[in-house]
């Protein structure tokens, strides 16, 4: 009687507990698409940086927060889907500088940029993140340490991080990273879509089907 | 006289069901934390995980007591529940601004004088904690968990 009574109760809690997960997923994913489909301007902006060809079909729209780990472990997976599918697809990426002082590294990786090596000190801070991240914020002195090899002009890019346009550019993409309800990084959309769950196969999966769909 | 922990003694015992009360009001908290934290994705900041740290234990404990009915789970249970209840009143001061934020123990930008989450205009998690801690203490207390000699 009382293990009939407990039992049931266990299955009972667990069972609620399963099917509010389920339900409250499903409503999830349902409110990302549409607010995607519904804020499709907020995906990708004109200072946006990008990789691959202007005309590519598929586009994949990153949040990406430089000091984020997951981020990091994803850049090399994304990168060789890029590699595979050269003329079909192209990486926007998008700040969501979550981690404390990540919006330090992205002023200095858009000033790099400014000196045309965008790209170049992304791959080197990426690739000695745990050096300049520890404990999920950024030491800023750690950072100049890994871009002062990257024959920068640092007095230049100390001037330009600070510049007006890049702190709006950020302001811009946080607001747009509401707007899309990104509070996690990565966050992915493929053609506008976002992914149904998080994980490389689920991106990869998505890609494909895009691109398969694009050709 | 039948013994203490004969079963026939345990099946007539009223102080089961104020465990079995207790482990129901552990175990509803608990997977509301976990559901909150693991399905809603709210990150715990620092006090919660404390707080979460006494009550997760207690389904299992609380179970354990049950099966056979042992009282003196009560005693192996109520330490948790009063560390967690004390956690909560802590918790509760610090999201009501009675306590200033700077002397607690918060990391990862997840300060916890922030109420994320507000049902009915009211009620808040340090809330809810502090009444499910307070809620599990007063069904121990009721079990009558002295063994007799």
């Known amino acids: ?215 | 006289m039948p013994e203490p922990t004969s079963p026939a003694h345990a099946a007539q015992d009223p102080g089961w069901t104020f465990v079995f009360m207790a482990w129901l009001v552990a175990s509803v908290s608990t997977l509301g934390a976990l559901f909150l934290g693991e399905v809603m994705g709210y990150t715990p900041c620092m006090l919660c995980w404390y707080q979460r740290i006494c009550m997760f234990p207690l389904v299992l404990i609380l179970a354990a007591g049950l099966f056979p009915f042992d009282r003196r789970v009560v005693r192996y249970a109520l330490p948790l529940a009063l560390a967690g209840w004390l956690l909560a009143i802590f918790h509760w001061a610090v999201a009501s601004g009675l306590v200033p934020e700077r002397v607690t123990p918060c990391s990862q930008g997840v300060p916890c004088s922030v109420e994320q989450v507000t049902w009915f205009g009211f009620l808040t998690l340090p809330m809810l904690s502090v009444l499910a801690f307070s809620l599990i203490i007063a069904l121990l207390l009721l079990t009558p968990f002295k063994v007799p000699k």
């Open chain 1, 1 to 215: 009687m009382k293990r009939t009574l407990f039992l049931s109760a266990a299955v009972i809690l667990l069972l609620a507990f399963v099917a509010g997960a389920l339900f409250y997923n499903a409503q999830k994913a349902e409110r990302a698409g549409q607010q995607a489909e519904q804020n499709q301007a907020a995906l990708t902006r004109a200072h946006s940086r990008v990789l691959g060809p202007a005309d590519a079909r598929v586009e994949i729209v990153e949040f990406f927060d430089p000091a984020c780990e997951t981020c990091r472990r994803f850049y090399p997976l994304v990168k060789d889907m890029l590699a595979a599918h050269p003329q079909q697809l192209r990486l926007v990426l998008r700040y969501a500088p979550f981690h404390q002082d990540a919006d330090y590294v992205v002023k200095v990786l858009e000033a790099a940029g400014r000196q045309g090596k965008y790209w170049e000190t992304l791959d080197a801070l990426l690739a000695v993140q745990e050096e300049w991240v520890v404990h999920h914020a950024v030491q800023p002195q750690q950072v100049w340490r890994h871009v002062a090899g990257l024959g920068l002009d640092l007095e230049r890019l100390q001037h330009d991080m600070n510049a007006p346009e890049i702190a709006r550019l950020i302001a811009q993409d946080l607001e747009d990273a509401r707007t899309l309800k990104v509070s996690k990084t990565p966050e992915f959309f493929v053609n506008g879509k976002p992914l149904p769950s998080f994980g490389f196969e689920q991106l990869k999966a998505l890609v494909d089907e895009a691109l398969a769909s694009a050709s």
